[in-house]
C-alpha cells in the first residue's frame, strides 16, 4: 500500500511558479492601462474644476485674470524675473477653488518670491496636480530656502502665441494691453501678462479657444516649469507655443509634446543641465523637456503631458479635450492648433 504524498515536487512547484510569473506578466499591462485611465480621469477633472474657477472669477470680476503680473514692470524689460513678480491666475483664482485660508496666506502687499511668501507659494494642492506626471516632491529651489520652496503644477494659462515681454518695437513681444503682440490678433491668447480678456472678447468661440493647458514639472530643483504660484513662460503660462515665424528666433516649442531641441526658452537652461551632471542634456532631450542655453529670460515654452500621445486642455467654456500630438502645426500662422491659441483672429474653427 503507497503512502500519500505529503508536498508537491520540485518540477510541480516549478510549473506553478512559472504559471503565476506568466498570469502576473498578462496582467500587469492591465493593470497599468486601468491605473493610467483613473489617472486621466483625476487629470481631467483637476483641469474641469480649474475651468469652472475661473469662469467663476470672470462673473465675479468681469474679465479672467492675468496669468501674471508684474507691478513694477518697466516697458522694454523681458519679464522673467521672480524678484518682482505679483500674484499670478492660481493664486489669484484660489478663493474660486475653495481655497480661501490659503490665498490669505500670502503677502499681496510683497513679491511672491519674497521671503514672507515662502510657506504659500510651497503647499502642495491636489487641484494643481496631474497624477500622470511625476517629481511632484521636488520643489523648486533657484538658490536657497528664501527664494525657493516653490511647489509643483501641471497646469497653464494661454496667455500669447508671441514671447513673454520685450521691446515695443517687437511685433511678437507681449507684455501689457498696449504691447504689439497682444494687440496683434494673430498672437493674442485669453490670459497675458498685466492684461486678460473678458467673454465678449473671444470673438472665435468660447467652445473653439484654449483656457488652460498641462505642462510637465520640472526635472529638478533647478527646473521652474510646472511651478504654479511662479509667473512666466512653462512655470504657470504657456507663451509662442505656435506659429513661430517671427522678427526673433526663440524655443521651437509649436503644439503639444514638441520634441525640437531647445525647445522652451528658459534663463536657467545651463544650471538644470549642470545640476544633473555629465549627460544632463541627454537626460532632457530623452524626456523630450529640452531648453535652450543662450536664452536670458523665460520668453517661451509649450504644453507637456506624460499622457502617451498628447494633451489635455480647458476650453474657455469650461469643457475640458484631449489634443493630440499630431493636431496640424506650421511655421506660418495659421494651423488647426493656432486656431486654438488664438481668441480673436476672426475664424471660427
Same mark, same amino acid.
Not at 131 to 145: A, C, E, L
Not at 210 to 236: C, F, Q, Y
Given at each position: 500500500?503507497?503512502?500519500?504524498?505529503?508536498?508537491?515536487?520540485?518540477?510541480?512547484? &516549478?510549473?506553478?511558479?512559472?504559471?503565476?510569473?506568466?498570469?502576473?506578466?498578462?496582467?500587469?499591462?492591465?493593470?497599468?492601462?486601468?491605473?493610467?485611465?483613473?489617472?486621466?480621469?483625476?487629470?481631467?477633472?483637476?483641469?474641469?474644476?480649474?475651468?469652472?474657477?475661473?469662469?467663476?472669477?470672470?462673473?465675479?470680476?468681469?474679465?479672467?485674470?492675468?496669468?501674471?503680473?508684474?507691478?513694477?514692470?518697466?516697458?522694454?524689460?523681458?519679464?522673467?524675473?521672480?524678484?518682482?513678480?505679483?500674484?499670478?491666475?492660481?493664486?489669484?483664482?484660489?478663493?474660486?477653488?475653495?481655497?480661501?485660508?490659503?490665498?490669505?496666506?500670502?503677502?499681496?502687499?510683497?513679491?511672491?518670491?519674497?521671503?514672507?511668501?515662502?510657506?504659500?507659494?510651497?503647499?502642495?494642492?491636489?487641484?494643481?496636480?496631474?497624477?500622470?506626471?511625476?517629481?511632484?516632491?521636488?520643489?523648486?529651489?533657484?538658490?536657497?530656502?528664501?527664494?525657493?520652496?516653490?511647489?509643483?503644477?501641471?497646469?497653464?494659462?494661454?496667455?500669447?502665441?508671441?514671447?513673454?515681454?520685450?521691446?515695443?518695437?517687437?511685433?511678437?513681444?507681449?507684455?501689457?494691453?498696449?504691447?504689439?503682440?497682444?494687440?496683434?490678433?494673430?498672437?493674442?491668447?485669453?490670459?497675458?501678462?498685466?492684461?486678460?480678456?473678458?467673454?465678449?472678447?473671444?470673438?472665435?468661440?468660447?467652445?473653439?479657444?484654449?483656457? &488652460?493647458?498641462?505642462?510637465?514639472?520640472?526635472?529638478?530643483?533647478?527646473?521652474?516649469?510646472?511651478?504654479?504660484?511662479?509667473?512666466?513662460?512653462?512655470?504657470?503660462?504657456?507663451?509662442?507655443?505656435?506659429?513661430?515665424?517671427?522678427?526673433?528666433?526663440?524655443?521651437?516649442?509649436?503644439?503639444?509634446?514638441?520634441?525640437?531641441?531647445?525647445?522652451?526658452?528658459?534663463?536657467?537652461?545651463?544650471?538644470?543641465?549642470?545640476?544633473?551632471?555629465?549627460?544632463?542634456?541627454?537626460?532632457?532631450?530623452?524626456?523630450?523637456?529640452?531648453?535652450?542655453?543662450?536664452?536670458?529670460?523665460?520668453?517661451?515654452?509649450?504644453?507637456?503631458?506624460?499622457?502617451?500621445?498628447?494633451?489635455?486642455?480647458?476650453?474657455?467654456?469650461?469643457?475640458?479635450?484631449?489634443?493630440?500630438?499630431?493636431?496640424?502645426?506650421?511655421?506660418?500662422?495659421?494651423?488647426?492648433?493656432?486656431?486654438?491659441?488664438?481668441?480673436?483672429?476672426?475664424?471660427?474653427?
Amino acid at each position: 500500500m503507497s503512502r500519500p504524498r505529503s508536498a508537491f515536487t520540485l518540477v510541480e512547484l &516549478l510549473i506553478v511558479v512559472a504559471i503565476i510569473a506568466i498570469l502576473i506578466a498578462l496582467l500587469l499591462p492591465a493593470v497599468q492601462a486601468a491605473r493610467e485611465a483613473a489617472r486621466r480621469i483625476q487629470c481631467n477633472n483637476n483641469m474641469k474644476q480649474l475651468a469652472l474657477g475661473l469662469l467663476n472669477y470672470h462673473d465675479t470680476v468681469g474679465q479672467f485674470p492675468p496669468s501674471g503680473q508684474w507691478p513694477r514692470y518697466v516697458q522694454g524689460k523681458h519679464l522673467h524675473s521672480t524678484n518682482e513678480i505679483g500674484p499670478n491666475w492660481v493664486i489669484s483664482v484660489l478663493p474660486w477653488i475653495e481655497q480661501q485660508a490659503l490665498f490669505d496666506q500670502f503677502n499681496l502687499s510683497q513679491n511672491i518670491s519674497d521671503a514672507s511668501n515662502v510657506l504659500a507659494r510651497g503647499v502642495a494642492l491636489e487641484m494643481m496636480t496631474c497624477p500622470s506626471d511625476t517629481g511632484h516632491y521636488v520643489k523648486h529651489h533657484r538658490w536657497n530656502w528664501t527664494s525657493g520652496n516653490w511647489a509643483r503644477g501641471n497646469y497653464a494659462a494661454n496667455a500669447a502665441n508671441g514671447h513673454l515681454g520685450g521691446q515695443a518695437t517687437d511685433p511678437e513681444a507681449v507684455y501689457g494691453a498696449d504691447s504689439p503682440g497682444w494687440k496683434d490678433p494673430l498672437r493674442r491668447g485669453v490670459m497675458g501678462p498685466n492684461v486678460a480678456v473678458s467673454l465678449k472678447q473671444i470673438r472665435d468661440g468660447t467652445s473653439h479657444t484654449i483656457l &488652460l493647458a498641462e505642462v510637465r514639472v520640472g526635472l529638478n530643483r533647478r527646473d521652474p516649469r510646472g511651478t504654479w504660484a511662479m509667473s512666466g513662460a512653462g512655470s504657470s503660462a504657456l507663451y509662442w507655443h505656435g506659429w513661430h515665424t517671427g522678427q526673433y528666433s526663440f524655443g521651437p516649442a509649436n503644439g503639444p509634446n514638441d520634441p525640437s531641441p531647445e525647445s522652451d526658452d528658459l534663463s536657467d537652461c545651463l544650471s538644470i543641465i549642470t545640476d544633473f551632471g555629465p549627460g544632463g542634456a541627454a537626460i532632457l532631450a530623452n524626456e523630450k523637456m529640452t531648453c535652450r542655453v543662450n536664452r536670458g529670460q523665460y520668453g517661451q515654452a509649450g504644453t507637456r503631458s506624460r499622457h502617451l500621445g498628447g494633451v489635455y486642455v480647458a476650453f474657455v467654456d469650461g469643457s475640458v479635450h484631449f489634443i493630440a500630438d499630431d493636431i496640424e502645426t506650421t511655421a506660418h500662422c495659421c494651423s488647426a492648433w493656432d486656431r486654438l491659441i488664438l481668441s480673436n483672429d476672426g475664424s471660427i474653427h
